[in-house]
Structures are given as structure tokens and as C-alpha cells.
Nanobody, 113 residues
């Protein structure tokens, strides 16, 4: 199981980023998928989950601003992040619920002016 998050970077408050999670080594379409994030000095936090059927669930702090999606043909999951805030600064990780112990490399998102 391999998971590679990408798309992070430096963005100003109010800006947008789109993260991608490329998956391999398992049948992507059969697994729900998560996004997590870890801010400096803090514990890893669940951000969003997308079911096999494409239904998204979100932590309250990102509802209305973030959208999770998936493309099973590409074995890729996405996180569209709009109206970014400084408190969204973190390393973002993706995870397959079918393989909860596998964490790939994350991608750093920095929201700062």
C-alpha cells in the first residue's frame, strides 16, 4: 500500500489549494479514504472522509470550505480547500480506511500573509 499526498504550498489567507492523494497497491475503489492533518506541536487530526460511494464527511472547522472527492479510475483522492485560514497550516496526510496503519508522506500547507 502506497499513498502519496501532493499539492501543498504557501498560500495567503482566503486563498485556495487542491491536494491530491495518489494510491497504489490496493483496490482503491473498495476503500473509504481519509484526510488528516498535523499542525506543528499538535496531534494528528481527522479532517474528512469519503465513502466508497463518494459521500464526504468533515470536521466542523472545515465544513463549507473544504470538499473531498475521489476518482476511482485514477486511484486518486482530492481535497479542495477554499477560504484558507492560518489555522489550516499543517502537514496533510491521506489514509485508506482498509489499511489504517499505512500513512504515506504528507504535504505541507502553509497559510500566511
Amino acid at each position: 500500500v502506497q499513498l502519496q499526498a501532493s499539492g501543498g504550498g504557501l498560500v495567503q489567507p482566503g486563498g485556495s489549494l487542491r491536494l491530491s492523494c495518489a494510491a497504489s497497491g490496493f483496490t482503491f475503489s473498495l476503500s473509504a479514504m481519509d484526510w488528516y492533518r498535523q499542525a506543528p506541536g499538535k496531534q494528528r487530526q481527522w479532517v474528512a472522509t469519503i465513502t466508497r460511494g463518494g459521500t464526504g464527511n468533515y470536521v466542523d472547522s472545515v465544513k463549507g470550505r473544504f470538499t473531498i472527492s475521489r476518482d476511482d479510475a485514477k486511484s486518486t483522492m482530492y481535497l479542495q480547500m477554499n477560504s484558507l485560514k492560518p489555522e489550516d497550516t499543517a502537514v496533510y496526510y491521506c489514509r485508506a480506511l482498509s489499511y489504517p496503519r499505512n500513512w504515506g508522506q504528507g504535504t505541507l500547507v502553509t497559510v500566511s500573509s
